[in-house]
């Protein structure tokens, strides 16, 4: 069993920046690839970025690509969201996820190939 804890949200102004972080344990956290993803009010949960379990590979939403960066540290078992430049459309739970298997963009895009969540923190980003 893997636990992820997020932490790092709160309440910003448009333009600012904020740092996400997902501790993880119970697992060997090189071996997990892992994912940021957002949900908002009414709608679904939506995918924001990923990388892989060494770190040499990304992917990126479009709508946060050029803004946001994830990047990780095996030694502290942590995966980091850098957020630059937030806008309010960018307001809503952040979850970290984990998952086994790396795939492609569509595959790690979609919230149900992730075997393992954090219970989410709040972003809030006002104009």
């Known amino acids: 069993q893997v636990q992820l804890v997020e932490s790092g949200g709160g309440l910003v102004q448009a333009g600012a920046s904020l740092r996400l972080s997902c501790a993880a344990s119970?697992?060997?956290?090189?071996?997990?690839?892992m994912g940021w993803f957002r949900q908002a009010p009414g709608k679904e949960r939506e995918f924001v970025a990923a990388?892989?379990?060494?770190?040499?590979?990304?992917y990126f939403a479009d709508s946060v690509k050029g803004r946001f960066t994830i990047s990780r540290d095996n030694a502290k078992n942590t995966v980091y969201l850098q957020m630059n430049s937030l806008k309010p459309e960018d307001t809503a739970v952040y979850y970290c996820?984990?998952?086994?298997?790396?795939?492609?963009?569509?595959?790690?895009?979609?919230?149900?190939?992730?075997?393992?969540w954090g219970q989410g923190t709040q972003v809030t980003v006002s104009s």
């Open positions: 990388i892989s379990g060494s770190g040499g590979r990304t």
């Open positions: 119970g697992r060997t956290f090189s071996s997990l690839n």
């Open positions: 996820a984990a998952r086994v298997h790396w795939g492609t963009y569509n595959s790690m895009r979609g919230p149900s190939g992730y075997d393992f």
